[in-house]
């Protein structure tokens, strides 16, 4: 049994400056919601005073781990560890069999399999299959309908399997970074992947990509499953060490914030501790990087009205906010809008919007909302789940607003000169 | 404990989706923003209306039950911490601005408005509602009201009581009391709003309230000057009161503060800074130029070793967001944070800042004190880990005597966060008794019953509130109950 450190949970004076910075406490009005009230909840189940009761799960599954309430806590309350150990003890005591513990465990984190799963997909939507199940599924669930309907377009080739394992830039080489292709951002966006690539390529960097790299480990780790997590992320450490490169480049938040936390996930281990804290050290989120290291600028900036959302993995998680931001307003110049609620979840979190539909649902209308409001038309971010989500309520709502890596507007920059 | 009946009474009352009894419901209202107590309640209620409120009342009062009226939970004197055989009524949901009145210069809000939402909202028209507590970006108008919440502008636009014209308050009775309106002159009878602003929801439910606005300042200056010593800032306080300036704001920050906001806010305070003082002047461009001139002078005549000005109103909000995260960021420090806000008369502040530190030495605790400076209300902060019960017992000790050298001072023991239970002792020790008693039998008449809030600023006995831990007795005895989890929480 693994208990949820008392010091942690003690850390929280519930002094309240969370409240109003949580998405889900927005939601509902109720205490429970809210990081200080699930603190306290984790601290009763913690000394034994009430059982890992429905409702206890329920507050553990219904926060986002977002990790907004980290940004506004003055006294450094570490709450995306508690709510992830909350989880992990969550699961250490169900019984039965769970399907996303089954998915992520047996699908999302073995490449072999996500293929498969991702090819099966690939051949459902090329087919026409899937029209077909839309038909059939029209009449009888309109809600199912409806999210089967907003999935992103599995990847015609996985970046993993096109892109080569090493690529040189043309002049002079400026040093050598290693990415990570990812789980969910090889299967619907290969197409950033390979942005990525050029992009760091066209500014002079050599680019490995580590061919015995696994998935990153985030979605188990928030999830509640805190053995595969350290499994993974030996693996990815050795494959990344292997390639040699100063810098390791990530181009998803939820990863980039995951393989940040290697160190501390691998502290108490033995061979491990001092590998993983240096592999941290060299991770870097992808516009971190390129707003640190320098990059050239197009001749071309961005020629439609411009707003950045900051994925709650890089802004809260990572606290890298001002970086991508500034890139952002470079490349758009005058076209750039402030979007109100900025750094507020758009609902995706990993896979909330799969497991809680609904509450994913409310939360991604708000952002739209923001978004309508300050008139853009292209709204760009730094994460898969965010473009998944924020891509899905554009389609469903039938705006003419494309939702882009910042790796794509850059390349696109570079290509063609015009996004 | 409240009976099944009363249960299914409040049901039909409020609409069973309204009515809220499990263990974690009832843990998550167990405690507010003060450190170390918490008390479950009974159940908890969402009102709909004011009827609702008015037939609670009622209930409590035939089925003799207690009911705590809570906004944000963000108070630091125990004032929304459950009593024994108790219902939480939910005001937070209670949160739409009714009525903006541009020619009166008004403001009709419901109770649950969160401060800052709404000083944004009057702002984005031209106008400036002044009290501005610590916990703006959360605290509630009517907690403000209840508590007569003070904050960063007391000094120069005073406190939430210069601002409530009028409102909406259902009585212990049930009964519901309309008092003031848009005048600015109502002298008809007693001021009875005044005994109700600050009462702490022991007279009644705010649920409408009538706010007076004024023109936002035309242009504002904010600066910092960092001191190796509290002794040059409270020097320069009082030189800038000398020379007839009255700056928005005077907050100041000492050593161990400063030290916890920079981990926080990365603004790039020098850590070993002795003392720093954060002023903002504000009013017509030319008058604030001159202030901020004088201001800047003086400071460095008192021994700013340097003085910054901040460059833009984001480079502003940034030191003024910082100073108010001082509280929760004293935490990173030890967990605990025991925050009180003795206020002394300006001219006392070195003397009282002198003795706190004094204090701290001698029953050896860590103390972290900022506050706000141009109106003499300290923050003394204890830093401790509620854990450790002898270190608490000394901090406790500490603060009794700082409360006493407050009064002793011509100050006071709570300039703003109020008694609440954490106080209530001191007043009844510290304060005349004519004064106290006439608080008690004002709460006599208004509640007979004691149902609203009891336990809190004053106590009656025999009363229905039951025992409320705060002694130091207290704690230990329900410290060795914690096997028994129904019975008490800490």
Same mark, same amino acid.
């Given at each position: 049994?693994?208990?949820?450190?008392?010091?942690?949970?003690?850390?929280?004076?519930?002094?309240?400056?969370?409240?109003?910075?949580?998405?889900?406490?927005?939601?509902?009005?109720?205490?429970?919601?809210?990081?200080?009230?699930?603190?306290?909840?984790?601290?009763?189940?913690?000394?034994?005073?009430?059982?890992?009761?429905?409702?206890?799960?329920?507050?553990?599954?219904?926060?986002?781990?977002?990790?907004?309430?980290?940004?506004?806590?003055?006294?450094?309350?570490?709450?995306?560890?508690?709510?992830?150990?909350?989880?992990?003890?969550?699961?250490?005591?169900?019984?039965?069999?769970?399907?996303?513990?089954?998915?992520?465990?047996?699908?999302?984190?073995?490449?072999?399999?996500?293929?498969?799963?991702?090819?099966?997909?690939?051949?459902?939507?090329?087919?026409?299959?899937?029209?077909? +199940?839309?038909?059939?599924?029209?009449?009888?669930?309109?809600?199912?309908?409806?999210?089967?309907?907003?999935?992103?377009?599995?990847?015609?080739?996985?970046?993993?399997?096109?892109?080569?394992?090493?690529?040189?830039?043309?002049?002079?080489?400026?040093?050598?970074?290693?990415?990570?292709?990812?789980?969910?951002?090889?299967?619907?966006?290969?197409?950033?992947?390979?942005?990525?690539?050029?992009?760091?390529?066209?500014?002079?960097?050599?680019?490995?990509?580590?061919?015995?790299?696994?998935?990153?480990?985030?979605?188990?780790?928030?999830?509640?499953?805190?053995?595969?997590?350290?499994?993974?992320?030996?693996?990815?450490?050795?494959?990344?060490?292997?390639?040699?490169?100063?810098?390791?480049?990530?181009?998803?938040?939820?990863?980039?914030?995951?393989?940040?936390?290697?160190?501390?996930?691998?502290?108490?281990?033995?061979?491990?501790?001092?590998?993983?804290?240096?592999?941290?050290?060299?991770?870097?989120?992808?516009?971190?990087?390129?707003?640190?290291?320098?990059?050239?600028?197009?001749?071309?900036?961005?020629? /439609?009205?411009?707003?950045?959302?900051?994925?709650?993995?890089?802004?809260?998680?990572?606290?890298?906010?001002?970086?991508?931001?500034?890139?952002?307003?470079?490349?758009?110049?005058?076209?750039?809008?402030?979007?109100?609620?900025?750094?507020?979840?758009?609902?995706?979190?990993?896979?909330?919007?799969?497991?809680?539909?609904?509450?994913?649902?409310?939360?991604?209308?708000?952002?739209?909302?923001?978004?309508?409001?300050?008139?853009?038309?292209?709204?760009?971010?730094?994460?898969?789940?965010?473009?998944?989500?924020?891509?899905?309520?554009?389609?469903?709502?039938?705006?003419?607003?494309?939702?882009?890596?910042?790796?794509?507007?850059?390349?696109?920059?570079?290509?063609?000169?015009?996004? | 404990?409240?009976?099944?009946?009363?249960?299914?009474?409040?049901?039909?009352?409020?609409?069973?989706?309204?009515?809220?009894?499990?263990?974690?419901?009832?843990?998550?209202?167990?405690?507010?923003?003060?450190?170390?107590?918490?008390?479950?309640?009974?159940?908890?209620?969402?009102?709909?209306?004011?009827?609702?409120?008015?037939?609670?009342?009622? @209930?409590?009062?035939?089925?003799?039950? +207690?009911?705590?009226?809570?906004?944000?939970?963000?108070?630091?004197?125990?004032?929304?911490?459950?009593?024994?055989?108790?219902?939480?009524?939910?005001?937070?949901?209670?949160?739409?601005?009714?009525?903006?009145?541009?020619?009166?210069?008004?403001?009709?809000?419901?109770?649950?408005?969160?401060?800052?939402?709404?000083?944004?909202?009057?702002?984005?028209?031209?106008?400036?509602?002044?009290?501005?507590?610590?916990?703006?970006?959360?605290?509630?108008?009517?907690?403000?009201?209840?508590?007569?919440?003070?904050?960063?502008?007391?000094?120069?636009?005073?406190?939430?009581?210069?601002?409530?014209?009028?409102?909406?308050?259902?009585?212990?009775?049930?009964?519901?009391?309309?008092?003031?309106?848009?005048?600015?002159?109502?002298?008809?009878?007693?001021?009875?709003?005044?005994?109700?602003?600050?009462?702490?929801?022991?007279?009644?439910?705010?649920?409408?309230?009538?706010?007076?606005?004024?023109?936002?300042?035309?242009?504002?200056?904010?600066?910092?000057?960092?001191?190796?010593?509290?002794?040059?800032?409270?020097?320069?306080?009082?030189?800038?009161?000398?020379?007839?300036?009255?700056?928005?704001?005077?907050?100041?920050?000492?050593?161990?503060?400063? /030290? +916890?906001?920079?981990?926080?806010?990365?603004?790039?305070?020098?850590?070993?800074?002795?003392?720093?003082?954060?002023?903002?002047?504000?009013?017509?461009?030319?008058?604030?130029?001159?202030?901020?001139? +004088?201001?800047?002078?003086?400071?460095?005549?008192?021994?700013?070793?340097?003085?910054?000005?901040?460059?833009?109103?984001?480079?502003?909000?940034?030191?003024?967001?910082?100073?108010?995260?001082?509280?929760?960021?004293?935490?990173?420090?030890?967990?605990?944070?025991? @925050?009180?806000?003795?206020?002394?008369?300006?001219?006392?502040?070195?003397?009282?800042?002198?003795?706190?530190?004094?204090?701290?030495?001698?029953?050896?605790?860590?103390?972290?004190?900022?506050?706000?400076?141009?109106?003499?209300?300290?923050?003394?902060?204890?830093?401790?880990?509620?854990?450790?019960?002898?270190?608490?017992?000394?901090?406790?000790?500490?603060?009794?005597?700082?409360?006493?050298?407050?009064?002793?001072?011509?100050?006071?023991?709570?300039?703003?966060?109020?008694?609440?239970?954490?106080?209530?002792?001191?007043?009844?020790?510290?304060?005349?008794?004519?004064?106290?008693?006439?608080?008690?039998?004002?709460?006599?008449?208004?509640?007979?019953?004691?149902?609203?809030?009891?336990?809190?600023?004053?106590?009656?006995?025999?009363?229905?509130?039951?025992?409320?831990?705060?002694?130091?007795?207290?704690?230990?005895?329900?410290?060795?109950?914690?096997?028994?989890?129904?019975?008490?929480?800490?």
């Amino acid at each position: 049994m693994k208990a949820i450190s008392d010091d942690l949970l003690t850390q929280c004076m519930h002094c309240g400056l969370c409240l109003s910075v949580c998405p889900t406490y927005e939601l509902t009005g109720l205490e429970r919601s809210s990081p200080r009230g699930r603190i306290r909840l984790m601290k009763n189940v913690m000394e034994g005073k009430i059982p890992v009761s429905d409702a206890f799960v329920e507050e553990m599954e219904f926060c986002l781990d977002c990790q907004a309430c980290e940004t506004a806590c003055p006294a450094g309350v570490k709450y995306g560890e508690l709510v992830e150990s909350a989880r992990v003890f969550v699961e250490e005591r169900r019984k039965g069999f769970s399907l996303k513990q089954f998915v992520l465990t047996k699908i999302v984190v073995r490449k072999r399999s996500l293929r498969l799963a991702a090819n099966v997909m690939r051949f459902y939507e090329k087919s026409g299959v899937e029209k077909v +199940a839309l038909g059939i599924l029209k009449p009888f669930s309109r809600r199912l309908y409806n999210r089967a309907k907003l999935l992103p377009r599995i990847s015609n080739q996985f970046a993993f399997d096109v892109l080569p394992a090493v690529t040189d830039p043309k002049g002079e080489v400026r040093g050598t970074v290693a990415i990570l292709t990812g789980c969910v951002m090889d299967v619907f966006y290969a197409d950033v992947n390979k942005d990525t690539v050029d992009v760091l390529v066209e500014n002079g960097w050599r680019v490995v990509i580590p061919q015995g790299q696994v998935c990153c480990g985030s979605l188990n780790g928030h999830n509640g499953d805190g053995k595969t997590p350290p499994i993974l992320a030996r693996k990815n450490i050795e494959a990344f060490e292997k390639s040699g490169a100063d810098y390791y480049v990530i181009n998803s938040a939820g990863c980039g914030a995951f393989m940040k936390q290697y160190g501390e996930i691998l502290a108490d281990d033995k061979v491990f501790a001092e590998r993983a804290k240096k592999f941290s050290e060299k991770v870097k989120d992808f516009s971190e990087f390129l707003y640190e290291t320098g990059y050239r600028k197009p001749s071309t900036g961005i020629d /439609r009205p411009t707003v950045y959302h900051e994925a709650c993995h890089l802004v809260h998680a990572q606290k890298v906010s001002e970086q991508p931001k500034a890139i952002v307003k470079q490349l758009s110049g005058e076209n750039f809008r402030e979007l109100n609620e900025a750094t507020w979840c758009c609902g995706s979190a990993g896979i909330y919007n799969v497991t809680r539909y609904e509450d994913a649902s409310k939360l991604l209308d708000r952002k739209l909302k923001n978004i309508r409001e300050s008139n853009a038309e292209v709204v760009v971010t730094g994460n898969p789940g965010c473009l998944a989500q924020i891509g899905a309520g554009i389609k469903n709502d039938g705006l003419n607003i494309e939702a882009l890596h910042p790796a794509t507007v850059l390349n696109r920059l570079y290509k063609s000169g015009k996004v | 404990m409240i009976g099944d009946n009363v249960k299914k009474k409040l049901k039909d009352i409020f609409g069973a989706k309204n009515f809220l009894d499990s263990t974690e419901h009832r843990i998550a209202y167990s405690y507010d923003g003060t450190p170390v107590i918490t008390s479950m309640p009974d159940s908890i209620v969402i009102p709909a209306s004011v009827n609702q409120i008015s037939g609670l009342m009622h @209930l409590a009062n035939e089925e003799k039950f +207690a009911v705590v009226p809570r906004g944000s939970g963000s108070g630091l004197s125990g004032g929304s911490i459950p009593s024994e055989n108790s219902v939480v009524l939910l005001m937070n949901q209670w949160d739409k601005v009714i009525e903006l009145d541009e020619n009166n210069l008004t403001a009709w809000v419901e109770p649950g408005v969160i401060t800052a939402k709404f000083q944004s909202k009057v702002e984005a028209i031209g106008l400036f509602y002044p009290p501005d507590p610590g916990s703006a970006q959360i605290c509630t108008l009517g907690g403000n009201v209840a508590e007569n919440a003070g904050g960063l502008r007391g000094l120069k636009y005073g406190v939430t009581k210069n601002y409530v014209l009028g409102f909406e308050v259902v009585l212990p009775s049930g009964e519901v009391m309309r008092i003031g309106g848009k005048n600015m002159k109502d002298v008809a009878g007693y001021n009875l709003k005044d005994v109700l602003i600050g009462s702490e929801g022991t007279l009644g439910i705010f649920t409408k309230i009538l706010l007076k606005l004024i023109p936002m300042p035309a242009s504002s200056k904010t600066m910092l000057a960092f001191y190796d010593s509290i002794g040059s800032a409270a020097e320069t306080v009082s030189a800038i009161t000398a020379a007839r300036i009255l700056p928005a704001m005077m907050e100041f920050l000492d050593n161990p503060t400063i /030290r +916890a906001v920079e981990s926080f806010s990365r603004l790039g305070l020098d850590v070993n800074t002795g003392a720093l003082l954060l002023v903002e002047v504000d009013g017509p461009r030319s008058a604030v130029e001159e202030d901020a001139a +004088a201001v800047e002078k003086i400071c460095r005549t008192s021994g700013a070793n340097e003085v910054r000005v901040a460059k833009d109103e984001a480079e502003a909000m940034k030191l003024k967001a910082a100073r108010k995260s001082a509280l929760a960021a004293l935490a990173r420090i030890r967990p605990t944070t025991i @925050l009180e806000d003795a206020t002394v008369p300006r001219s006392e502040l070195a003397t009282m800042v002198d003795f706190i530190n004094k204090t701290a030495k001698k029953h050896d605790i860590q103390m972290g004190t900022f506050g706000h400076a141009g109106d003499g209300n300290l923050h003394p902060t204890g830093l401790t880990d509620e854990r450790d019960h002898a270190e608490i017992e000394r901090t406790e000790r500490a603060f009794e005597e700082i409360f006493r050298k407050a009064v002793e001072l011509g100050g006071t023991i709570t300039g703003e966060h109020g008694v609440g239970l954490t106080k209530r002792k001191f007043l009844e020790e510290l304060y005349n008794s004519p004064f106290v008693q006439m608080m008690k039998t004002t709460k006599q008449m208004i509640d007979p019953n004691g149902v609203l809030n009891p336990g809190k600023v004053v106590s009656l006995t025999p009363r229905c509130e039951g025992a409320l831990p705060r002694s130091r007795e207290q704690i230990e005895r329900i410290m060795q109950k914690m096997d028994n989890p129904s019975e008490a929480y800490i």
